[in-house]
T-cell receptor
Framework: KAGVTQTPRYLIKTRGQQVTLSCSPISGHRSVSWYQQTPGQGLQFLFEYFSETQRNKGNFPGRFSGRQFSNSRSEMNVSTLELGDSALYLC???????????????FGEGSRLTVL | AQKITQTQPGMFVQEKEAVTLDCTYD???????LFWYKQPSSGEMIFLIY??????QNATEGRYSLNFQKARKSANLVISASQLGDSAMYFCAIDIGEKLTFGTGTRLTIIP
């Protein structure tokens, strides 16, 4: 079956702009979570959605937001971009019934954002 | 809060040798999952192996096995017969409630 698809793969923005990233989960998966990866902070949890509802949120400012659609696809948005937002943004999909019971948690290839 | 520690920032291993990547964790929650991911230079996080906290046996997936020592809160990844393609960053992560906390990773380099 198809894996997790993230678009766009690469993008360049300037400070103050906003960006929207998209994630299509594996068919049948209802939970989508987002992570930010930077050289300085490593991998950090942003938020997680299940059935169009945000269930968990990491420690990020309100400029970072997301949503999930009825088909489980998810988008995340970053407004008023800052240089420090340059990162690899990874999306992961899971069944959503408790990954510690199933181990079903798979990542996409990521969207690499560069802010100039 | 849960915490994951990977104490080896980098490792160099001869091709065909076995390698053990260390991972310790700290959580008070009795139910959790432990994951290992491989991240090549392309950036994708590739799932390798999973161990549930209630699993009685150590997980194995092909050349990968997880040495799970619950009392010591240790979940080391063992790669048998290493290959050049194993060169990558390796991350250990703990999952509680659909939220992964990652370690800082180990950069593994396989030497021909």
């Amino acid at each position: 079956k198809a894996g997790v698809t993230q678009t766009p793969r690469y993008l360049i923005k300037t400070r103050g702009q906003q960006v929207t990233l998209s994630c299509s989960p594996i068919s049948g998966h209802r939970s989508v979570s987002w992570y930010q990866q930077t050289p300085g902070q490593g991998l950090q949890f942003l938020f997680e959605y299940f059935s169009e509802t945000q269930r968990n949120k990491g420690n990020f400012p309100g400029r970072f937001s997301g949503r999930q659609f009825s088909n489980s696809r998810s988008e995340m948005n970053v407004s008023t971009l800052e240089l420090g937002d340059s990162a690899l943004y990874l999306c992961a999909s899971s069944l959503g019934v408790g990954t510690f019971n199933t181990g079903e948690l798979f990542f996409g290839e990521g969207s690499r954002l560069t802010v100039l | 809060a849960q915490k994951i520690t990977q104490t080896q920032p980098g490792m160099f291993v001869q091709e065909k040798e076995a390698v053990t990547l260390d991972c310790t964790y700290d959580t008070s929650d009795p139910s959790y999952g432990l994951f290992w991911y491989k991240q090549p230079s392309s950036g994708e996080m590739i799932f390798l192996i999973y161990q549930g906290s209630y699993d009685q046996q150590n997980a194995t997936e092909g050349r990968y096995s997880l040495n799970f020592q619950k009392a010591r809160k240790s979940a080391n990844l063992v790669i048998s017969a290493s290959q050049l393609g194993d060169s990558a960053m390796y991350f250990c992560a703990i999952d509680i409630g659909e939220k992964l906390t990652f370690g800082t990773g180990t950069r593994l380099t396989i030497i021909p």
